[in-house]
């Protein structure tokens, strides 16, 4: 089992935060769902910045937020 990084720990927070599912999360970024999932279990530790910038703003977050 992969380390989680803090980029999905980050993104789980939110997300929650703002109640919506992976799937959810994945329509509003136009990220693909199996993308959101590998982020968020650890699978893809670091994630291309365009995928980041899409995901913070689907959060409403600055990509920063998502890094720290």
């Known amino acids: 089992m ?3 990084s803090i980029i999905s720990e980050n993104i ?4 929650a ?6 799937d959810r999360l994945s ?5 693909t769902y199996n993308t959101i999932i590998k982020i ?3 699978a893809t530790y670091n994630p291309r910045v365009e995928t ?9 977050v600055a990509i920063d937020d998502l890094m720290k």
């Open 2 to 4: 992969p380390k989680r």
């Open 12 to 15: 789980k927070k939110y997300r």
């Open 17 to 22: 935060k703002l109640g919506i599912s992976q």
């Open 27 to 31: 329509k509003l970024s136009d990220v």
């Open 40 to 42: 968020e279990s650890g």
């Open 52 to 60: 980041l910038k899409k995901i913070a703003d689907a959060l409403k």
